[in-house]
Nanobody, 126 residues
Framework: QVQLVESGGGLVQAGGSLRLSCAAS????????MGWFRQVPGKEREFVSA????????HYADSVKGRFTISRDNAKNTVYLQMNSLKPEDTAVYYC???????????????????WGQGTQVTVSS
């Protein structure tokens, strides 16, 4: 069992930056692929970014490519999402997720993930 706790959300003006963190419990964090998703009310959860268990492979949604960077520190059981040049359309609840599979190609589909955090709100004002 893995528990995930996100932090770092908040209110920021367009063009600003935030760094989200996701702290995981459990000694097996280092072998999980990790992902970030986001959701706005009335819409489906949307893939944002993912990173393989060793950090060697990353994926980004086209909408965030070049602005967001995912990283992980397995020694700290933490995955990060650095978000720069934020836009109002980035406003959402952001969730981190863990996939028990250790792959070289982290999944982009939400159904592939086994554990989810409670989410952190990101609001970007125009």
């Amino acid at each position: 069992q893995v528990q995930l706790v996100e932090s770092g959300g908040g209110l920021v003006q367009a063009g600003g930056s935030l760094r989200l963190s996701c702290a995981a419990s459990g000694r097996t964090f280092g072998v999980y692929d990790m992902g970030w998703f986001r959701q706005v009310p009335g819409k489906e959860r949307e893939f944002v970014s993912a990173i393989s268990w060793r950090g060697g492979s990353t994926h980004y949604a086209d909408s965030v490519k070049g602005r967001f960077t995912i990283s992980r520190d397995n020694a700290k059981n933490t995955v990060y999402l650095q978000m720069n040049s934020l836009k109002p359309e980035d406003t959402a609840v952001y969730y981190c997720a863990a996939d028990r599979s250790s792959t070289l190609n982290p999944p982009v589909a939400s159904y592939a993930y086994d554990y989810w955090g409670q989410g952190t709100q990101v609001t970007v004002s125009s």
